[in-house]
């Protein structure tokens, strides 16, 4: 059981807009910013989104990240074929001394 | 760029220790501002945090996993290290070692897969 929660599935077809939600609580989303990680089938998690909406360099401006009180959302517009993957949400938890929690993953299927 | 990668054993038995060692690259652990990190991820399952360390030596762990997890840094070699105590079936995961800065796990390792089986 993730702390935070997200659902286990998303779909869309090539050009739509997918959102992802990411539901934590007051210790973790609500008094820490969020970050999106992208899992690529067989590699490691990539960081998509940081700082709640903040993009690395490199990752295209289709991704972006929002959060509202302890919920956070991250949205894909224009969906591609590569997209496909898994995506977890992430931030830091204040409680029993501290520490990183992640969403259990979704798995975005472009279809 | 800095580049992250794991070593060790794929294969370690019931009640025995796991040791892991990452390996980094295109960046010296000891020029500080990061965090060296150990994550997990069980097969076909989320991400869980194991803990981090500081290049000075300073810890901190899940306390879920605290009573049996040590991470060392050998600043000398660019190297920090993982070591899970009495491991179970339920150990068997993907360890992934991250570089982290105050907010965000920017640099991944390949991650190995651990099996603990007799």
């Known amino acids: 059981q993730s702390v935070l929660t997200q659902p286990p599935s998303a779909s869309g077809t090539p050009g739509q807009r997918v959102t992802i939600s990411c539901s934590g609580s007051?210790?973790?989303?609500?008094?820490?910013?969020v970050n999106w990680y992208q899992q690529l089938p067989g590699t490691a998690p990539k960081l998509l989104i940081y700082?709640?909406?903040q993009r690395p360099s490199g990752v295209p401006d289709r991704f972006s990240g929002s959060k509202s009180g302890t919920s956070a959302s991250l949205a894909i517009s224009g969906l591609q074929s590569e997209d496909e993957a898994d995506y977890y949400c992430?931030?830091?938890?204040?409680?029993?001394?501290?520490?990183?929690?992640f969403g259990g993953g979704t798995k975005l299927t472009v279809l | 760029q800095v580049q992250l990668q794991e070593s060790g054993p794929g294969l370690v038995k019931p009640s025995q220790t796991l040791s892991l060692t990452c390996t980094v690259s295109?960046?010296?652990?000891?020029?500080?501002?990061?965090?060296w990190s150990w994550i997990r991820q069980h097969p076909g399952k989320g991400l869980e945090w194991i803990g981090y360390?500081?290049?000075?030596?300073?810890?901190y762990y899940n306390p879920s996993l605290k009573s049996r997890v040590t991470i060392s840094v050998d600043t000398s070699k660019n190297q920090f290290s993982l070591k899970l105590s009495s491991v179970t079936a339920a150990d068997t995961a993907v360890y992934y070692c991250?570089?982290?800065?105050?907010?965000?796990?920017?640099?991944w390792g390949q991650g190995t897969l651990v099996t603990v089986s007799s």
């Open positions: 991250a570089r982290h800065g105050a907010e965000n796990f920017d640099y």
């Open positions: 360390i500081y290049y000075s030596g300073s810890t």
């Open positions: 295109g960046g010296s652990i000891s020029s500080g501002g990061y965090y």
């Open positions: 700082s709640n909406n």
């Open positions: 992430a931030a830091w938890d204040d409680s029993l001394n501290g520490s990183w929690v």
């Open positions: 007051s210790s973790n989303i609500g008094s820490n910013t």
